[in-house]
T-cell receptor, first 109, second 115 residues
Framework: QKEVEQNSGPLSVPEGAIASLNCTYSDRVSQSFFWYRQYSGKSPELIMSIYSNGDKEDGRFTAQLNKASQYVSLLIRDSQPSDSATYLCAVHNTDKLIFGTGTRLQVFP | DTGVSQDPRHKITKRGQNVTFRCDPISEHNRLYWYRQTLGQGPEFLTYFQNEAQLEKSRLLSDRFSAERPKGSFSTLEIQRTEQGDSAMYLC?????????????FGSGTQLSVL
């Protein structure tokens, strides 16, 4: 079992819709979680972090964490074509971040 | 200082040659990480430094790989006797803390192609 698992996609949504990206992790003691966005040919950039169960909102982005289910998600409201990218889930594990394989999101006009 | 800087951006080498990459972190960041990323995969942890001390290396990392951060500022990653399987994007990242709120900032990466 991989430490951090994501569906590779692609996830295709129409412009203006809500995109829902999911991630599960295996280490139950993990306490902090991150979402990074990576455009093709570019390096990852941090979108959000979350540490507590529940929802955390930042603009059009909402991160959700359920530690009991070992599940993290990212919702993107009012999706725009510029949101088309790969979204990487990362879990803090003994002084380093462990990344999932990423989910490719395609937002079509 | 606007971000993490990596050099070179691209490197093409022949199998068996040695290559060295450089990373300059954000100036106030005392942690520096090296990751490797291949197409369709997420970044894979290689090693990290706290100041000049190398605190962890991935157990998957071949002995052909070595990293240094001699003065706690810039870091180098050397690959000896390169193999075609070493072809990847090598990413450097830096951060200020090692706590739960640690946020990594990535450089643009060095794309290595081994022919």
């Amino acid at each position: 079992q991989k430490e951090v698992e994501q569906n590779s996609g692609p996830l295709s949504v129409p412009e203006g819709a809500i995109a829902s990206l999911n991630c599960t992790y295996s280490d139950r003691v993990s306490q902090s979680f991150f979402w990074y966005r990576q455009y093709s040919g570019k390096s990852p950039e941090l979108i959000m972090s979350i540490y507590s169960n529940g929802d955390k909102e930042d603009g059009r982005f909402t991160a959700q964490l359920n530690k009991a289910s070992q599940y993290v998600s990212l919702l993107i409201r009012d999706s725009q074509p510029s949101d088309s990218a790969t979204y990487l889930c990362a879990v803090h594990n003994t002084d380093k971040l462990i990344f999932g394989t990423g989910t490719r999101l395609q937002v079509f006009p | 200082d606007t971000g993490v800087s990596q050099d070179p951006r691209h490197k093409i080498t022949k199998r068996g040659q040695n290559v060295t990459f450089r990373c300059d972190p954000i100036s106030e960041h005392n942690r520096l990480y090296w990751y490797r990323q291949t197409l369709g995969q997420g970044p894979e942890f290689l090693t990290y430094f706290q100041n000049e001390a190398q605190l962890e290396k991935s157990r998957l990392l071949s002995d052909r790989f070595s990293a240094e951060r001699p003065k706690g500022s810039f870091s180098t990653l050397e690959i000896q006797r390169t193999e075609q399987g070493d072809s990847a994007m090598y990413l450097c990242a830096s951060s200020t803390t090692g706590d739960l709120d640690e946020k990594l900032f990535f450089g643009s990466g060095t794309q290595l192609s081994v022919l």
